[in-house]
């Protein structure tokens, strides 16, 4: 089944780390905005089974609920959705209201996911974020009262100034909350983000990597104390609330992106929409071609997506699945330069399942990066 992706890219600011495909919201760009999304998804829709709907940004919140009513009923329109369709809406804390919530229900949301990033209050002026820790604390308890049984709160670790204590102290308040589903992030700083200035400017440092990886340990553990289970390296859920849409990004699966800058991904062909706003909006508005970069992926590509984002997952990498698919010996063919994390225990493998400990997770990228030396398909 497919998954269907809506990018929404306005916000009421822009943080000083933010690197996503976003801009100010401006009331009439939004409008003419959600009519060239009605545009795409018409002209896309092939009447094929989906059963996910997302909308990510920017801040879809900021949407009004007759917005992601048309966007949804578009959709439906399109495409098969199954009657239990999962539809998340992110959600910044400030944008929400009792009366909002409710219209974004009855449009058919039935997961939100809020930005929360912390639960301190100077951590958040420090990232610029327009919430407090207490008005995500009431936005997560009006979620609740508006009737959703299916939110997350996203937190971001290894913050400028943040110590241990501090980090942990944003987790147990996140636990203390209950949500269904938690992402945590660290903070990544692209070179030219204005909060890597502010940060020299301030002499606001970051903790030491070992303190990094014991943030992250330590928040896990908590977690899997509270009920919760680590399904992929930056996400655990209550059982039976992981994120069936995300889920797709690592599990070789299928997508169709919607919206300026979306990604899809189809019968391994993966393509990109225009990435500008106003000219998306043209683009979709006079008929004219909406993705600008596609091309097919190469079986070694192919290979390694299905490697990088299966060993992203607690559970791992069924190598005999693997091997079925891509026609190869991914054991013969990685083991050597495996070696050194199995014998770490960063890497575990029983002979058919292959996946990273916890340990290994905190350096999966160098992990990952093994089946980029060598090419094992043609
Ligand atoms: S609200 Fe989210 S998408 Fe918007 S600027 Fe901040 S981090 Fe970026």
């Known amino acids: 089944m497919l998954g269907l992706y809506v990018h929404i890219p306005f916000c009421s600011a822009i943080c000083n780390y933010c690197n996503f495909n976003r801009g100010l ?6 409008e003419q905005y959600v009519a060239a999304l009605g545009r795409e998804i018409a002209l896309k829709g092939d009447g094929s089974s989906a059963d996910t709907i997302f909308f990510g940004g920017g801040t879809p919140s900021l949407l009004e609920p007759e917005d992601v009513r048309a966007i949804v009923t578009a959709l439906r329109a399109g495409f098969d959705v199954s009657s239990d369709v999962e539809v998340t809406l992110e959600a910044n804390p400030e944008t929400v209201s009792p009366e909002r919530l409710d219209g974004f229900r009855a449009a058919g949301v039935n997961r939100l996911s809020y930005g929360v990033q912390s639960f301190r209050d100077e951590e958040l002026g420090r990232l610029s974020r327009l919430h407090s820790a207490a008005r995500a604390v009431e936005a997560f308890g009006m979620a609740r009262a508006a ?27 996140l636990i203390d909350l209950r949500p269904d589903h938690a992402s945590l992030y660290i903070l990544e700083l692209y070179p030219n983000a204005p909060l890597r200035e502010t940060m020299a400017r301030s002499k606001w440092s970051l903790a030491p ?4 990886a014991e943030m992250y340990l330590e928040a896990m ?20 609330f992981e994120s069936r849409h995300n889920l797709k990004y690592w599990t070789d699966g299928e997508w169709l992106g919607f919206g300026c800058g979306a990604h899809s991904t189809r019968h391994h062909v993966r393509w990109k929409n225009i990435s500008s706003t106003t000219e998306y909006i043209a683009a979709a508005t006079s008929g004219g071609h909406l993705d600008v970069e596609r091309r097919e992926l190469t079986p070694q590509e192919a290979l ?75």
């Open 304 to 378: 390694e997506e299905a490697l990088f984002t299966g060993l992203r997952l607690a559970r791992g990498i069924d190598i005999n699945a693997v091997n079925a698919r891509y026609n190869v010996d991914v054991w013969a063919a990685y083991r050597d330069e495996l070696e050194r994390f199995l014998e770490t225990g960063m890497v575990i493998y029983d002979g058919r399942v292959l996946r990273l400990s916890r340990a290994g997770m905190l350096v999966a990228n160098e992990i990952m990066s093994l089946f980029l030396s060598t090419s094992v398909v043609d």
């Open 209 to 212: 990597d070992d303190d990094a």
């Open 147 to 173: 009737g959703f049984d299916n939110v997350s709160l996203d937190l971001m670790m290894w913050l400028p100034q943040q110590s241990i204590e501090y980090w942990l102290e944003s987790v147990d308040r």
């Open 221 to 240: 553990q908590r977690l899997d104390r509270a009920g919760y289970s680590q399904y992929e390296i930056s996400n655990v859920a209550i059982s039976g």
């Open 25 to 30: 919201f401006d009331a009439s760009l939004k």
